[in-house]
Structures are given as structure tokens and as C-alpha cells.
């Protein structure tokens, strides 16, 4: 069974410029998570999909973040424009819809994002 | 104050050696607890869920004290591989997110 996949690994951006990050979760898995990790801190959970529903968006920082997930399968998280303090590691998981407490969150490898 | 705490280390141990972290949460609704590694530059995995009795995985044990609420790992006969950031992590039932500590590093030496 495929991972999580994320791409790209790594991006460089000018300050002001869009970026978008993609997240392909495991096959079948209803939950899609996207975290943050900016450096020197911990992880930090951004939002939260079930299917194509954005079901917590309480850790996205700003209207400058749009996160998507139309027909339930991929996400992309787009960040416009980008500033200094977004760069970091953002990490994508997925889990099964199952009962609360119960499930396992599996990680992509991240996207590394530097914003010059 | 954070919601999840760890020492940051980094903890220089002997191979073959014992230790142990421990993490400590604020949220006294938090109702499930899990340790997760995290090798440099890579993503964090799974290393085992902790459960109220305790439970034990090979060479690691991890705990649980919701009165203190505190969370313990322990690591017997340490092997040069376990060197890694161990990372503390809870979750509420009212929601799916993942609290993280920072993370505790370890680093094993022959």
C-alpha cells in the first residue's frame, strides 16, 4: 500500500510570490490533516478534511492559506502571498473514518518550504 | 504555557543503556496519547499509542499518569538506530487534532 505522498519536497520562493503544495493521502482514507513545523517549534495542526469537507480549519494563521480537497481524494495547500514567517516543514496525513480516538495518522515526508 | 512539554535534550546515552522522557500535558480533556519518532529530516511515525494501563512494545514501555498528567517513555537496551527525536503527542475526543510537544533528542553512542 502507497504512502502519504507530498509534492514538492522542497520549494523556494520569493516573498510576495503563491505557492501550492499537494498532498496525495493513502488510498481509501477519508481523513486528510495538514500540520506545520516552523523552525525551532513544534508541530503545528493546520486543518482538518473528512471526504471533501473542511472539518476544523482553526489552525490555518491567516486568510493568506487556502486549503482545498475537491472530489475527496488529493489536497493542495495554497499559500498567497507568501510571507517570511511561512517558512517551515508542512506535513500531510491521512487516516480511516473511524470512531474518535481510535485512529492512526500516518505522515507524508513533508514539503520544505523557504520563503526568501 | 505550552500544551504539550518535553525536555528538549539533547540526552547523549550509552548503547545498551536505559532512559526514559517524560512529557507533560495541560488539557485534562485530552483522551488519547501517543509517543511518535521523528528521524532528521524526515516525517514523524507512529512509535506506539499509550494507553491508561501502560503498555510495552519490545524494548519500549510507555505510561501514563492522568491525575499528574504526565506521559513517560522508556527505552531498554538502547541500539545506535534509536537515535531520533521522540516527540510526545495527545488528542482531545472533541476534535481529530494532533497536540505536538518539540521533542526530545536522543542521540546513542557505541
Known amino acids: 500500500e502507497a504512502g502519504v505522498t507530498q509534492f514538492p519536497s522542497h520549494s523556494v520562493i520569493e516573498k510576495g510570490q503563491t505557492v501550492t503544495l499537494r498532498c496525495d493521502p493513502i488510498s481509501g482514507h477519508d481523513n486528510l490533516y495538514w500540520y506545520r513545523r516552523v523552525m525551532g517549534k513544534e508541530i503545528k495542526f493546520l486543518l482538518h478534511f473528512v471526504k471533501e469537507s473542511k472539518q476544523d480549519e482553526s489552525g490555518m494563521p491567516n486568510n493568506r492559506f487556502l486549503a482545498e480537497r475537491t472530489g475527496g481524494t488529493y489536497s493542495t495547500l495554497k499559500v498567497q502571498p507568501a510571507e517570511l514567517e511561512d517558512s517551515g516543514v508542512y506535513f500531510c496525513a491521512s487516516s480511516r473514518y473511524v470512531a474518535r480516538g481510535g485512529e492512526t495518522q500516518y505522515f507524508g515526508p513533508g514539503t520544505r518550504l523557504l520563503v526568501l | 504555557r505550552k500544551e504539550v512539554e518535553q525536555d528538549p535534550g539533547p540526552f547523549n546515552v550509552p548503547e545498551g543503556a536505559t532512559v526514559a522522557f517524560n512529557c507533560t500535558y495541560s488539557n485534562s480533556a485530552s483522551q488519547s496519547f501517543f509517543w511518535y519518532r521523528q528521524d532528521c529530516r524526515k516525517e514523524p511515525k507512529l512509535l506506539m499509542s499509550v494507553y491508561s494501563s501502560g503498555n510495552e512494545d519490545g524494548r519500549f514501555t510507555a505510561q501514563l499518569n492522568r491525575a499528574s498528567q504526565y506521559i513517560s517513555l522508556l527505552i531498554r537496551d538502547s541500539k545506535l538506530s534509536d537515535s531520533a527525536t521522540y516527540l510526545c503527542?495527545?488528542?482531545?475526543?472533541?476534535?481529530?487534532?494532533?497536540?505536538w510537544g518539540a521533542g526530545t533528542k536522543l542521540i546513542i553512542k557505541p
Open positions: 503527542v495527545v488528542k482531545s475526543n472533541s476534535n481529530y487534532q494532533l497536540i
